[in-house]
């Protein structure tokens, strides 16, 4: 087991309700804040009605950008720092998934930076200083909630690149699963892919004297599994709702991969070159990709073959590797995602330039099974 | 699942060698601090050198309560909070085991307090501050590095009692595995039974909602059954050493039993009576009456049989309730422990007003399958 510090304050308000928990908590910091939401749909289920109530009852201010998109842009970013600044806020509220709060996360951070926002997404060791962040949170996926990092988009560049800063964790997050009830089956499809996704990133490597985190990653993974299709079929299940909320916080913010080295988000690298070139859900991508990337690891490297005999026996109850990637895509397709690029309309236009990207800003070539841009292009090619 | 608030912001410094990164950690909040150890263990495997090296390298002053004893005693809390006073001190550091850390925050709640110490172990919510408290952790087992809690006994009444508080939670602790390669056979196994109370407490209920958290709870499980042996027959085997420490804050922190309900302890309750009248290592006592607690509950309430069935299948890989308890009390004595009070010259003389503390000072009558004190008085002659 590697050396590890372990850090996630997080205070965390779980289960329905406890959004009448967050104000106390935001009183700590700040006073007059930013609320940062998407599309609107927080407006017809009440929680935007039912959080503002509760800021003006507790006489916190704010003022509001929103619009956030999924796959967030930095020109929305770049709106919300011009928002806060002339509203002199001292806090920002997101609510909503986590292209939301990673948007919110970007303007805490860019607040009180005299240069581009952008700057600090290409270059986050710029980052001095961050305005706390509260998050409501309304889709189970990226965990964004309680981890320190964030994904911007310029689509002008076709760039999508991750940023991390310890100052961009938030201090309170309410996870409140009935909110959850109205995402679509394919966003809940989408999102539990996204965190089975993150999960098996850190699961794959031959560290086994992390013997712990390997079996949280397990559990997690079951619980993922279990829960995903009783949500899609019966979307106001408060039990599969639930479960996968905690799951999706506990997939990424740290917790399994304290530990286990250098993790490098390969999967990931090679969707967010998809996803920085198509407007798809990450989840949708990363769902699509990590059979075939399974596939391309089993035919360069037979050491792979152990953990996903694992995978295959202590999550899927089967017993071979080739039957671990089976039971995943098949997983898959039982959500109802695409297990094909040409279902979504994507040909081999940008493979050259996606898969260039790819390697770029990511560390495929350092991760367990080194990658390199022909690898990348492989399984773009595999997954057509 | 129930609704909860996580919140655990203790920083962990995990591996060898990562002793150095406290005194950063400790400067944040202390200058001058009382040192709490235990029979000086740490003064012949060296961590007391390095340690009061490194403080004085980072110019904070220090004084010192040593001689905490195992199942630490009101009258150390006391000497300690007295020391404490006289040197004006601003943080504790705890160098030891479960003990030497409650001890430590038990002064830390008490420095502030105008009454006796005890007032405080008798009645948590007289406690209004805590000193900052860290630790260097030397035994793998209360997990008292990691949570809030404290336990603490007064001999001359034989009452052990339980206390929490928020400020009682460690800012910084130190888990150095190398640090337990000294505990002896007899510890280790103690600890690592103490660690599988800790979960077993929580995962014996009917919550079967609470899938996610269950699941955890059985990963370290399968960690402390796959380590405990092999931390006793290669003592310095770090990949043992360190799944367990890791294992043993994870069993009590709080996130396995964040959404299980109220959780009523009932084995640590007849222990602490037994450890309050016979001076036996904790985790002795637990391991030794867990099983003959498991047979009552499955005499008294058949609706426990799902639950011992899901232990045998998913961490022994075995198929029945009885399985589980053979099974388990099996293991114990592979860890070379106990299994018969007469093993450790525990007669009936005081079953009667042992049975009545452990009602009195726990929530029995509030667990999973609700006990009186016949039903204890039936473990414990069961045990004999």
Known sequence: ?????????????????????????????ADNIL????????KKNGIYNEMTALLKE??????????VEPNPRIISVRRGVEIARENKINGILAIGGGSTIDCAKTISAAFDYEGDAWDLVKNPKLIKSCLPIFTVLTISATGSEMDAGAVISDMKTNDKLALFNKGMLPKASVLDPTYTYSVSALQTASGTADIIS????????????????????????KTCIKYGPKAIETP??????????????????????CGKGKVAWPVHGMEHSLSAYYDIPHGVGLALLTPYFMELMLQKDVKVIKKFEELAQNVFGKNTAEEAIESLRNYFKKLGLPVKLKELNIDKTHFEIMAEKAVEYSSLKYSWIPMDKQDVLTIYNMAL
């Open 236 to 257: 106001d299940d408060y039990e599969a709702r639930a479960n996968l909320m905690w799951a999706s916080s506990w997939a990424i913010n740290g917790f399994i991969s």
């Open 1 to 29: 087991m590697n050396n590890f510090t372990y850090s996630i304050p997080t205070t965390v308000f779980f289960g329905k309700g406890s959004i009448e928990k967050l104000p106390k908590e935001i009183l700590k910091y």
């Open 58 to 67: 507790n006489k916190i201010s704010f003022c509001e950008l929103s619009g």
């Open 35 to 42: 609320i940062v939401y998407g599309g609107g749909s927080i």
């Open 198 to 221: 993150h999960i098996l990133e850190v699961y794959f490597d031959d560290e086994d004297d992390a013997f712990m985190q390997n079996k949280i990653c397990e559990a997690l993974l």
